[in-house]
């Protein structure tokens, strides 16, 4: 399985960023899809999280401004930042459940990590 993330960059405080994460590989399917940021000096944290089904979850922080979504057809998942603060400034990660079958969650995997940078 491989996760392949794009979208980071440096952008104005109260500016927008769109990440998106295309994942592929040898599964029945994938699951619960999501982002995790991890900051210098700072542990992993989840940023937020998407179901099959699309149920959603957000870290505080970000709900209202963040907004998770996912194209089942592509196996992809998207997180648009908007209203973007030096706070948010981290390592986005991209991580996908899998399935090797209807009833069996196998291994999670992430991405790469892609640099989010908010000036001030």
């Known amino acids: 399985v491989q996760l392949q993330a794009s979208g980071g960059g440096l952008v104005q405080a109260g500016g927008s960023l769109r990440l998106s994460c295309a994942a592929s590989?040898?599964?029945?399917?994938?699951?619960?899809m999501g982002w995790y940021r991890q900051a210098p000096g700072k542990e992993r944290e989840l940023v937020a999280d998407?179901?099959?089904?699309?149920?959603?979850d957000y870290k505080d922080s970000v709900k209202g401004r963040f907004t998770i979504s996912r194209d089942n057809a592509k196996n992809t998942v998207f997180l648009q930042m908007n209203s973007l603060k030096p706070e948010d400034t981290a390592v986005y990660y991209c991580?996908?459940?899998?399935?090797?079958?209807?009833?069996?969650?196998?291994?999670?995997?992430w991405g790469q990590g892609t640099q989010v940078t908010v000036s001030s």
């Open positions: 991580y996908t459940e899998t399935f090797t079958d209807p009833w069996t969650i196998g291994d999670n995997y």
């Open positions: 590989g040898p599964i029945f399917w994938f699951g619960t």
């Open positions: 998407i179901s099959r089904d699309g149920n959603t």
